[in-house]
């Protein structure tokens, strides 16, 4: 909102205000800061190693995906805005989604993946793993499909077109443009 620039950091959050570096509710956020998103609402989306935090309004707000605060639901990895007010959640435990409106948590777990990154397009989530390569999440019926393997490599970023091209980044088999309907 209105060209701002925040950077999350292993030392919390901070803020870009003229040619200075500010940080950020540093009495309120304490972890590592590992994933930042922004909605059309102005809202900001804050995943950290101890949960979530949303900012709106002037005001931080915690939310844990888990009541049992040292759950794996609540190290965040990714996050990835969905449509109907869903927020997508890549975690140490796996694939979350969080309505905005009841802050109501599903779990969508699958033990044989180690999710690292996800990228939303139309009603597919595709999520980049640590040894399986692409996997493709349909929301409508919420199943899991092997999508495309790129060797053993580690899947460390996902973004998207969001019509045909996902952009995917490796590590160390380099950036790989790839076309979903050609795969």
């Known amino acids: 909102k209105n060209n701002q620039i925040w950077i999350g950091s292993n030392r919390g959050l901070w803020k870009v205000c003229g040619e200075k570096l500010v940080h950020v509710a540093s009495k309120i956020i304490k972890s590592h800061v590992v994933s930042l998103l922004h909605d059309s609402h102005g809202i900001l989306y804050i995943g950290t190693r101890d949960g979530l935090y949303i900012y709106k309004d002037n005001k931080f707000e915690h939310v844990l995906l888990n ?10 990895r990714k996050l990835c805005l969905g449509s109907n007010n869903q927020l997508w959640i890549i975690t140490d435990s796996g ?57 053993f490599a580690v ?21 790989k443009f790839i076309s979903i309907k050609k795969k």
């Open 95 to 151: 694939l979350l989604s969080m309505t905005m409106s009841g802050r109501k948590v599903v779990r969508h777990y699958k033990s044989e993946y180690s999710f690292n990154t996800i990228c939303r397009v139309d009603k597919y989530l595709y999520l980049g793993t640590t040894n399986q390569g692409l996997i493709r999440f349909d929301i409508s019926s919420s199943q899991f499909t092997p999508f495309m393997s790129l060797g």
């Open 155 to 175: 899947i460390s970023s996902l973004s998207s077109d969001g019509k045909d091209i996902l952009y995917v980044g490796t590590d160390g088999l380099g950036v």
């Open 67 to 76: 009541k049992d605060y040292l759950s794996l639901d609540n190290v965040i």
